[in-house]
């Protein structure tokens, strides 16, 4: 064939304005003379400025191309391109992404040299986000030479990214896949180029700069199974098809490289199916699976032996047995030794004294448990030479690097009277066989750092020896030469070892209690508990940290009040955090209380915290977060509870124990009073979504107005408040519809714009005890009307993507079908609901009338006061 051009690079552009010109400028300066390369630029019906800046760069250089077509999508706009290119060599650029100057002549020039042996060259790639550097695709690590690899040879190299150049071959070219909500297109392209020859050209010269800092990319948006299941599931049981025996190990590799990051990613199982329709999809995975060779997932770079064995454990054709001897077990897999452990590790968290009593929360972890049974596994403490054996649950860390159980790894909580023990240490039992165990500490634990051996917790001193921990009393002096040992590490860190110098000191003059609130609300239950506390004249200092500016804090914070006021962050923060004997925080996780920039840094103060933390809760847990709020994962020692429900949850969900939940009520109900005579008003207060947000920084989100705009989410709320009847059912009892949307999400209350009198948008606290009725979908106030007794309904606009954890959970503790009111996901179903509610005049219906009269405990008004109480009771059981 004859062509005109050398090279071609094909853009495709769809609302890029933002970006594209960095693109476009990255082609100006290519390196290879202009008149041998063709920029083919194809604007896919972009209703940005996109279109404005193409002109204007054809304008400007005649090797730059444009052209404009109604919106296709992505692959139909590469093909577009490819059907027009007239370059020996064809690249293909995201209009979001750039080359580095020299991309196009090396690549090109290498390829010349390997043109018979290849069809595809793949070059180098850097994924960037803002001006951060990301860590390289795996592939680099085995691509470590110019040259020619072959598929047999390397069949881990994965190459699924669009950061190489082919061979224009004319009417016969590959071209994209079109098909509707596809989402493979780069990885399906290059394996149809590869498969001919199975082998690829790699030239380590010229780079594609992938911007993964673009929120408004496609794989921000649409990479969830509830888009990607059926089309991914049939694109590799069409690849695997081709084979009839064996399928190439390069075809297995790119199989599980796919469902192993989507398993991570949470957006591999379709949860919105249900029964038979859900478990046909899984054994669709299965049938996949058998395909894989065992090796295949032990030999992966990106699969560690942990998941490698939640893979093989899922195939229906994997051999499994076990060698068991005084020295070790071994695993053996299809017939090879694949994992060998001697002895094995207790992953500790939260060890801690109270009064003579130690304290520890661990588990142990080992790929090998998901091949035992439950009662092949048995845990001991060994206490002055007797074997005590403890009982397990299944560790919240079985969710290994996933939202689902992947692994066993048997947890369990172990406390013992110090007064007659010293020394911790644990064995496991294997099939009738004892091995022993050795300790390692989470970070946040005050012995998880490798040079920090030795920690101060109540009145005794914790080291860890290793395969031990020696738990001993200690007086003052003790004490204080301990943290001073451990600050000696810090001295190449003047900062850290200042701050630990003065904490050594401050903390025997100061009793500190911090109150903390999330940043997205003004008063909750930290400053509810805060203001009930600060009464007392008991000798304790107590601070409220202010996680968020307050436009006057007068409205808020009484004159007393202010002078107990602390920034979050400050100074003066991380000194009291670092002293603290007591936290009160109504969200959970670490994030929301540390002080410091990073949770590395907190950890450096680790040994010399003592604080007790309880979780004072910001609403009735309701939502399954197992994963955040867990006795393993939680920095809290306590929760305080209103409601039997919750201690049934924690106990039987979160491995907290009876001990662990405090009953006194939550703070905020001293103040709804259950009385007062409501206004004609109903609240609906739409929770937020995580996937129509984006995470700025830790527990920090910005919402997406083009993506909410889009979504089914938007869609079907605006529905609901846009209908007809209920306006005139609104218009007609004089009852006005007040909107508070979460205030992540508050944003965008223009959006919510509806032509009805009496639908108002407010901002701002409410008080419940002005409405009537509550609409939300899971909006942590329903728990708020339950307890006034009043009509609620609940609207999931988007079920189907909720259901299949596009949110951040996707289920509930509490089931819609065991909650306060009838749940629709259809508008007009919703909204003829809400109108029901109305003409009753406002009467809850008698089966969620009752369950809400049954839902909390007796309550005396004085919530607060009993938790200082019962705190302060605490508190002296422990300084016995």
């Not at 329709?277 to 699976?289: C, P, S």
């Not at 845990?379 to 007797?386: H, L, P, Q, S």
Request: with cysteine; net charge negative.
């Amino acid at each position: 064939m004859n062509f005109e051009y050398q090279a071609s690079v094909i853009v495709p552009v769809y609302n890029v304005e933002q970006y594209l010109r960095i693109c476009l400028d990255s082609l100006v300066n290519q390196t290879i003379d202009k008149s041998k390369m063709e920029v083919l630029v194809i604007n896919d019906g972009s209703p940005d400025n996109s279109w404005d800046i193409c002109l204007e760069y054809s304008e400007k250089y005649d090797f730059i191309k444009i052209f404009s077509k109604e919106n296709e999508g992505l692959s139909a706009t590469r093909n577009f391109g490819i059907k027009h290119a007239k370059g020996k060599y064809l690249f293909f650029l995201d209009s979001d992404d750039y080359f580095t100057p020299d991309t196009v002549k090396k690549v090109t020039d290498f390829f010349d040299t390997v043109y018979d042996e290849v069809d595809l060259v793949s070059y180098n790639e850097v994924r960037y986000k803002e001006e951060k550097i990301l860590k390289p695709h795996f592939r680099f690590k085995m691509l470590d030479h110019e040259g020619v690899y072959d598929l047999y040879e390397y069949p881990y190299l994965t190459q699924t990214r669009v950061n190489v150049c082919v061979k224009n071959l004319g009417e016969n070219n590959v071209l994209f896949n079109t098909t509707p909500g596809f989402k493979l297109e780069d990885q399906e392209y290059c394996n149809r180029v590869l498969m001919p020859k199975m082998k690829m050209g790699y030239c380590p010269d010229g780079t594609y700069m992938y911007n993964k800092g673009n929120e408004t990319s496609i794989v921000k948006v649409y990479f969830h199974a509830y888009y990607l299941f059926e089309t991914s599931m049939e694109y590799f049981e069409a690849l695997f098809a081709n084979f009839e025996d064996k399928v190439p190990v390069y075809f297995q590799a790119m199989f599980v490289n796919d469902i192993n990051w989507r398993l991570t990613d949470d957006i591999l199982y379709p949860y919105h199916y249900e029964g038979e329709k859900f478990d046909q999809a899984m054994q669709r995975i299965v049938n996949l699976l058998n395909r894989v060779d065992c090796s295949t997932f032990l030999e992966h770079p990106m699969v560690d032996i942990y998941r490698a064995c939640y893979w093989i454990q899922k195939k229906e054709n994997a051999e499994i047995s076990f060698l068991c001897n005084d020295d070790g077990i071994s695993l053996i897999i299809d017939g090879e030794e694949a994992y060998t452990q001697e002895d094995f590790t207790v992953i500790a968290h939260k060890p801690r004294v109270e009064g003579d009593t130690f304290k520890l929360t661990a588990f142990m972890k080992s790929p090998i448990f998901n091949f035992l049974d439950r009662d092949e596994i048995s845990i001991y403490a060994i206490e002055n030479g007797d074997r005590r054996e403890l009982d397990i649950f299944t560790s919240v860390h079985s969710n290994y690097r996933a939202k689902i159980i992947t692994n066993y790894f048997p947890a369990f909580h172990y406390s013992c009277d110090l007064t007659k023990n010293h020394k911790i240490e644990f064995e496991i039992k294997i099939k009738g066989k004892v091995y022993s165990s050795h300790y390692w500490f989470m970070p946040y634990s005050g012995l998880g750092l490798r040079y920090m051996k030795t920690i101060n917790r109540g009145n005794y001193i914790i080291k860890n020896k290793r395969k031990y921990l020696s738990v001993k009393p200690a007086n003052q002096a003790m004490i204080d030469l301990s943290a001073l040992v451990n600050t000696a590490r810090f001295v190449v860190h003047p900062r850290t070892a200042l701050l630990r110098l003065k904490t050594i000191n401050y903390r025997k003059k100061h009793r500190i209690w911090l109150y903390y609130d999330f940043y997205t609300v003004e008063k909750d239950n930290g400053y509810y508990q805060f203001a009930n506390d600060l009464r007392h004249d008991d000798g304790i200092e107590r601070y409220y940290v202010l996680t968020h500016e307050y436009e006057d804090l007068n409205k808020v914070f009484t004159p007393e009040q202010q002078k107990h006021l602390v920034k979050a962050g400050s100074k003066e923060h991380r000194l009291l955090f670092v002293c603290a004997e007591r936290i009160f925080t109504a969200y959970y996780g670490l994030a929301p209380i540390n002080p410091f920039e990073t949770a590395k840094m907190e950890y450096q103060y680790e040994d010399l915290r003592k604080a007790h933390t309880i979780y004072l809760q910001h609403g009735v847990l309701h939502a399954s977060l197992r994963l955040n709020n867990s006795e393993e994962r939680s920095q809290a020692e306590q929760i305080v509870v209103s409601s039997p429900f919750e201690v049934k949850n924690y106990t039987e969900n979160y491995a907290y124990s009876e001990n662990d939940l405090i009953t006194t009520g939550m703070a905020r109900y001293d103040h709804i009073d259950r009385d007062h005579k409501p206004q004609n008003r109903i609240l609906f207060a739409p929770s937020w979504r995580k996937y129509l947000t984006t995470e700025i920084k830790a527990s920090n989100w910005e919402a997406n107005a083009e993506r909410i705009q889009k979504s089914d989410y938007y869609k079907n709320f605006y529905a609901f408040l846009s209908d007809k009847k209920l306006h005139r059912s609104l218009e007609s009892s004089k009852v006005y519809l007040d909107i508070k949307l979460h205030p992540i999400i508050a944003n965008l209350k223009d959006l919510f714009n509806i032509d009805c009198d009496y639908i108002n948008m407010i901002s701002g606290d409410v008080d419940v005890a002005d409405y009537k009725a509550f609409v939300t979908d899971f909006s942590s106030y329903v728990f708020d009307f339950a307890y006034l007794n009043r009509p609620i309904m609940y609207f999931v606009p988007d079920y189907p993507q909720f259901k299949s954890g596009m949110n951040h959970y996707r289920d509930l503790d509490l089931p819609f079908e065991d909650a306060f009111g009838h749940m629709f996901t259809d508008a007009q179903k919703a909204a003829d609901c809400l109108c029901d509610i109305i003409d009753r005049n406002f009467v809850p219906e008698e089966i969620y009338s009752e369950r809400m009269k049954n839902f909390y405990f007796e309550f005396d008004g004085n919530c607060a006061e009993n938790l200082y109480k019962y705190v302060i009771e605490q508190d002296k059981m422990f300084r016995k």
